[in-house]
């Protein structure tokens, strides 16, 4: 009785917070907290289930961070990917496998698993609901990028096709594309590519039409003639990669705070790791043992300190696989067997 008490005078005391955006970062955030007693409501603008654009791997986040978050089993009947291969105009440069395996599985399934257990877990999950971005104590933004003036266009589908690796790119001279095998069959084709106003295609055609124009005609007529997931096609627009602009007073997690270029295949994994990165601060301040001011400085430079490097080597390579010459030098060093691939990747980790 004394410890029922005890426990219902603990939760009394403990401030709730609210996140805004159920994606990654927030979904996996919110069972986090919830699974330490907080009291947590998540206002997402979208329904579940629901397709979004996002290589559907995930490579780099540790069994650890998974454990820490509550949502290891979440991912046990997940795809292991090992074998990769990278592809420019339809020839293929390169081969190998990777250190650790990549996990597929499609954000259809995934956020749909989070938001399951986020609310079995007791946590208010208000679908439907746009969010307003407010510098407001125990308000964490996890809704996804800012809409900003960019260059870029995502692609998203999923398709019934055959792949030579578990994980492919396929690069161009407007962007590239990557192909991941998810439950069910299905490949995630996702590509990234620049923005082409001369591209005249309309709807789901904009995927094969994108890789027409950057010279993978090969991949874009294989996907033309494959069987398409109904409603699985999905696009957007009006971004910048990188560092995202600081909001003022503003907690942001996931794309709000960074975008990694989507060939890391590291973006899924960022958000979770974000996600873990600001646990123990939003629990010391739920619990009253921090200020929101200085809980708002420790997650922003746990967010700044651990992903730094990763985004300014993923920068810098971006640019490399945009540019005629130094595509043509790493495939160069990819077909001699000379690409440093291992040493790269951890950069980008």
Known sequence: MAQGAARASLARLQRPITIAGGGLAGLSLAIALRLRGVDVTVLEAGHYPRHRVCGEFISGVTEETLRALGIADVFDDA????TLAWHDRGRCFFNDKLPHPA???SRFLLDDRLCEKFIALGGELRAGTRARPE???GFVWAAGRRPR???WIGLKAHVRMTTNSDLEMHSGSNGYAGLAGVE??????????????DVSAKGADLLPAYLDAGGNTRLAAAIRAAHWREGSFSSVAGFELGAQPAAPGLLCLGDAQSMIPPFTGNGMSM???AAERALDPLCAWSAGRMSWRETRAVIQHRLRKGFRRRLLTA????RALLHSGMRSALGSLAQ?????????LPLVR
């Open 271 to 273: 958000a979770f790791q």
């Open 149 to 151: 003036p960019g260059r």
């Open 184 to 197: 069910d069959g299905w490949t995630n084709v996702c590509g990234l590519f620049l923005l082409d106003r």
């Open 103 to 105: 996990l597929g599985v």
């Open 336 to 344: 001699s067997g000379m690409l440093p691939l291992r040493p790269l």
């Open 315 to 318: 920068a810098l390579l971006h």
């Open 79 to 82: 795809r292991r990917h090992v």
């Open 135 to 137: 510098a407001a104590e």
